[in-house]
Antibody, heavy 122, light 110 residues
């Protein structure tokens, strides 16, 4: 069955970096985009960017360009997202989600990981 | 402040129909497909509608999506108490070159 297994909770100081992982299984890795989103407490999801599994090209939301890097490891079908220079308002739950690889994307994020809680506090 | 505007709350009675609106602009809703997600407290979002009005396998036909111009809506008919959740619209926005979400609508079934 499809699984998006995300790494465990993180507690970071302001200014630090965090690298989150999303290990996929149960489907052909190179047939789905992987999106990263985050959700602050009481807020809606916020899209951070996406990575194309065929080649590893990533597109980032303008807000996060320069502070976020998405990478992947095809040997383990795992996608990573590093967020640098963390601020308290970066706290929240970070999700990875897949979408069928079509150009343009047409099918929506049909499967989400359970999320990783990131706490940013001094 | 979200690029897409949704009413913060909506309500309906069991068995009746409710509609949730999502207002955007030419660079998002008018030009690109709209998606709807449902989220129960403490759980992950689930895709309800894709490509404006298509239902993924397993989503009951009580849920329907529509779009006209710069606005989209999600209709839920035959309301059930288990429909109580937060509902979000999402769409690609050409002006920011990314996916944008509405602020969400909390549905209460009275």
């Amino acid at each position: 069955q499809v699984q998006l297994a995300q790494s465990g909770p993180e507690v970071k100081r302001p200014g630090a970096s965090v690298k989150l992982s999303c290990r996929t299984s149960g489907y052909l890795f190179n047939t789905f985009y992987i999106h990263w989103l985050r959700q602050a407490p009481g807020q809606g999801p916020e899209w951070m960017g996406m990575i194309i599994p065929t080649g590893g090209h990533a597109s980032y939301a303008q807000k996060f360009q320069g502070r976020v890097t998405m990478t992947m490891d095809t040997a383990t079908n795992t996608v990573y997202m590093e967020v640098r220079d963390l601020r308290p308002k970066d706290a929240g739950v970070y999700y990875c989600a897949r979408e069928a690889l079509t150009t343009p994307p047409l099918y929506g994020m049909d499967f989400w990981g359970p999320g990783t809680t990131v706490t940013v506090s001094s | 402040q979200s690029v897409l505007t949704q009413p913060p709350s909506a309500s309906g009675t069991p068995g009746h129909r409710v509609t949730i609106s999502c207002s955007g602009s030419r660079s998002n809703i008018e030009t690109n497909y709209v998606y709807w997600y449902r989220q129960f407290p403490g759980t992950t979002p689930k895709l309800l509608i894709y490509r404006d009005d298509q239902r993924p396998s397993g989503v009951p036909d009580r849920f329907s999506g529509s779009k006209s111009g710069t606005a989209a809506s999600l209709a839920i008919s035959g309301l059930r108490t288990e429909d109580e959740a937060d509902y979000y619209c999402a769409v690609w926005d050409d002006s920011v070159t990314g996916v944008v979400f509405g602020g969400g609508t909390q549905l209460t079934v009275l």
